[in-house]
């Protein structure tokens, strides 16, 4: 079964230092996505992405982030200059149609620790 | 109004007994409720889902009763059994056909005891 992939599956950085999570779609998806999940919490949108620009994001998303599609298989979510707060586990998604009905896959999820 | 509210927080449930996990919405405009289903270290994965126009729908042991008046949906696990020991979460979405999103509660902790 396809899966998305995410790379690392742990990163710890310190305070202030940029971070960049990486992450592989399902190969025929077009809609991608961040999701994060702060420890013992909900599973949050972070921001979604469509045709190379962003589509929508949450007020989580701020100046320190950013995304990116570089190639065709990779999208990542940058992090500037990260905060002890950023600390959580980050989930990216895709799916083949812009509707949650439609193969909307999560991958296992990078942990930040920020120090 | 985005808001989904879950519970309980957490729930211990013996082999073969039934879990149930409740959920209420806000926002009339949802139109799709799917459930996730979580293991440690992983992802959250697609358990089942439904959409307001059905009161129920049933996957093996895992039921969803929907009641769009009262906005609330439930997840039903019959004789729940260890392997189904996990963090469940419900959620809700509007359909738009650009890159919706999932609106998710705050998680229920099942754990299935011998």
């Known amino acids: 079964e396809p899966e998305v992939t995410q790379t690392p599956s742990h990163q710890v950085t310190q305070m202030g230092q940029e971070v960049i999570l990486r992450c592989v779609p399902i190969s025929n998806h077009l809609y991608f996505y961040w999701y994060r999940q702060i420890l013992g919490q909900k599973v949050e949108f972070l921001v979604s992405f469509y045709n190379n620009e962003i589509s929508e994001k949450s007020e989580i998303f701020d100046d320190q982030f950013s995304v990116e599609r570089p190639d065709g298989s990779n999208f990542t979510l940058k992090i500037r200059s990260t905060k002890l707060e950023d600390s959580a586990m980050y989930f990216c998604?895709?799916?083949?149609?812009?509707?949650?009905?439609?193969?909307?896959?999560f991958g296992s999820g990078t942990r930040l620790t920020v120090v | 109004q985005q808001q989904v509210k879950q519970s309980p927080q957490s729930l211990i449930v013996q082999k073969g007994g039934i879990s149930i996990i409740n959920c209420a919405y806000e926002n009339t405009a949802f139109d799709y409720f799917p459930w996730y289903q979580q293991f440690p270290g992983k992802g959250p994965a697609l358990l089942i889902a439904i959409r307001p126009d059905v009161s129920e729908k049933k996957e093996g042991r895992f039921t969803i009763s929907f009641n769009k008046s009262a906005k609330q949906f439930s997840l039903h696990i019959m004789d729940s059994q260890p392997g189904d020991s996990a963090t469940y979460f419900c959620?809700?979405?509007?359909?738009?056909?650009?890159?919706?999103?999932?609106?998710f509660g705050t998680g229920t902790r099942l754990q299935v005891t011998l």
């Open positions: 998604a895709s799916s083949s149609r812009g509707l949650t009905n439609y193969g909307y896959t």
């Open positions: 959620a809700a979405t509007l359909n738009t056909g650009t890159a919706s999103k999932l609106t």
